[in-house]
Nanobody, 114 residues
């Protein structure tokens, strides 16, 4: 399985970014995809998940600001991030949930700074 996340960058607080993740090497399914993030020295955390039927779940820290979606025809997973905060700075990864695939890919760096 190959996971290629992109769309990160440097943004000011209050700004927006849209992350994309291309999934290849497997049969794509929305039955459990998620966006995770990891800050240096911290554990990787699941911040958004989308399950069968399009049901979504979000970590409390991003609820109301982030939106996860998929394009099944293109094997893509998106994360729309609005009202970004300093504490959203991290490397963001996409992966299957419960459980994730062993390979995480490079991730994409999101830096929120004034």
């Amino acid at each position: 399985v190959q996971l290629q996340a992109s769309g990160g960058g440097l943004v000011q607080p209050g700004g927006s970014l849209r992350l994309s993740c291309a999934v290849s090497g497997t049969i794509f399914s929305i039955n459990g995809m998620g966006w995770y993030r990891q800050d240096p020295g911290k554990q990787r955390e699941l911040v958004a998940a989308i399950r069968s039927g399009g049901m979504t779940n979000y970590a409390d820290s991003v609820k109301g600001r982030f939106t996860i979606s998929t394009d099944n025809t293109k094997n893509l997973v998106y994360l729309q991030m609005n009202s970004l905060k300093l504490e959203d700075t991290a490397v963001y990864y996409c992966n299957k949930i419960a459980p994730p695939w062993p390979s995480w890919g490079q991730g994409t760096q999101v830096t929120v700074s004034s």
